[in-house]
């Protein structure tokens, strides 16, 4: 599986931003998705992950109320709908698959990585 995130970009805090992460391959639908995000000096973290159907989800206690992650398997896609930005969501955002099909938080559990996409909240 090969991922492709964009959707970046520069905005002002409480603006919103829909990140999107397109898969190849024909089993997509089995894996879950994740988003993670890395920070300048900081640590890869889990933002949120969505489970292989579609039917569960799990989010960073920091993001939860303001994302929100949903997947269209028809077009093997996910996505990322960040609202209310601010500026400590600055980050470079990673989404990542696991062929296990349930949401994990650790990085470790993730097979597949996209190459990131950056998102910059200015005050």
């Known amino acids: 599986v090969q991922l492709q995130a964009c959707g970046g970009g520069l905005v002002q805090a409480g603006s919103s931003l829909r990140l999107s992460c397109a898969a190849s391959?024909?089993?997509?639908?089995?894996?879950?998705m994740g988003w993670f995000r890395q920070a300048p000096g900081k640590e890869r973290e889990f933002v949120g992950g969505?489970?292989?159907?579609?039917?569960?989800?799990d989010y960073a206690d920091s993001v939860k109320g303001r994302f929100a992650i949903s997947r269209d398997n028809a077009k093997n896609s996910v996505y990322l709908q960040m609202n209310s930005l601010k500026p400590e969501d600055t980050a470079v955002y990673y989404c990542?698959?696991?062929?296990?099909?349930?949401?994990?938080?650790?990085?470790?559990?993730?097979?597949?990585w996209g190459q990131g996409t950056e998102v910059t909240v200015s005050s």
């Open positions: 990542a698959a696991t062929k296990y099909g349930l949401v994990y938080r650790q990085a470790r559990m993730y097979d597949y």
């Open positions: 391959g024909r089993t997509f639908s089995i894996y879950a």
């Open positions: 969505i489970h292989w159907s579609g039917g569960t989800t």
